[in-house]
Structures are given as C-alpha cells and as structure tokens.
C-alpha cells in the first residue's frame, strides 16, 4: 500500500512508530513566529523622578541583591549538609541559632534595601497604570 495518501505530519509519524526515524511533532516556524511577536516586549523609557540619595539607594540595593541572595543559598546549603551529616548534632543548640541569625539578617536585608527595591517597583508600576508617564523608546527625538 502506497504512503501517497497521508499527509507530511502523519507520514513522519508512521516511520517514527515503525522506528525508521525521530519524530517528536511541535509547532511550524509560522507558529512560533507568532507567538514571538505576541510575546515581544515593546521597548519603553519611563522618567521616574526620584532624589539622588533615593536612587543612589536603589542602585546598591540591586548591586547587593544578587550577592545576598547567593550568600544566603550558601549559608541554607552550609545548613542542610550541617544537619544532616555527622558535622552537627540534630539537637545542636547552634544549628538553631545559626538559623536565628541567619533569620533576623535577611529581615534587616528586607527592611532595609529590600524596601528601597519595593519602592522603586511601586513607582515603576504606578508608571505602567499610567500610561501617560511611558514615551516609546522610538519616538521622534528619542535616545536610547
């Protein structure tokens, strides 16, 4: 019996199963393309107006974002080997305590430049409900 009847996707499909090749089915290139344009983000500069001592704020609050959290991975992982080796004693006293500090050091991070970051974001996000405060990035006169 001749194959001339089926169609490319069920033909690709008939030799995957009689294991003469690989076919793993998904979506066309006109699909994909697509949903790219559906999802592309549109390029916008906003004008927030913020203090220098604010943004200076900001900005090292985001510089020591990255290497707080990944400290803070460090010090749960230090943690979880801790406990359950035999380098710490479940009932060990200082593993709770460690945890305590840990604890009330990420609390003054969130008070502190976690704040400034949840500031900032408002603001941003009050800028994006009004869309009178965003200026397309390609607007006459514009600068990227």
């Known amino acids: 019996m001749s194959d001339a009847h089926l169609t490319d996707h069920e033909w690709k499909l008939k030799m995957a199963a009689e294991g003469k090749a690989v076919y ?4 066309t290139e006109e699909q994909i ?3 790219r344009k559906e999802r592309e983000r549109v390029n916008l500069r906003v004008c927030l107006e913020v203090n220098k001592d604010a943004f200076k704020a900001v900005e090292r609050a985001v510089d020591n974002a990255m ?6 991975a460090d010090a ?14 479940e009932n060990d006293f200082r593993l709770s305590q460690t945890l305590q500090l840990l604890s009330h050091g990420m ?7 976690g704040s400034e970051l949840a ?8 800028a ?3 869309q009178s405060e965003f200026i ?3 607007a006459k006169g514009a600068t990227a």
């Open 128 to 130: 994006l409900r009004d």
């Open 33 to 35: 393309m697509a949903e």
């Open 119 to 126: 500031e900032f974001g408002m603001m941003l996000f009050r």
């Open 107 to 113: 609390r003054h991070l969130a008070e502190t430049e």
């Open 24 to 27: 793993v089915p998904g979506k």
């Open 76 to 89: 749960f992982e230090l943690m979880s080997m801790a406990s359950s080796g035999e380098l710490v004693a």
């Open 136 to 138: 397309p990035a390609d």
């Open 67 to 72: 290497t707080n959290y990944g400290m803070a």
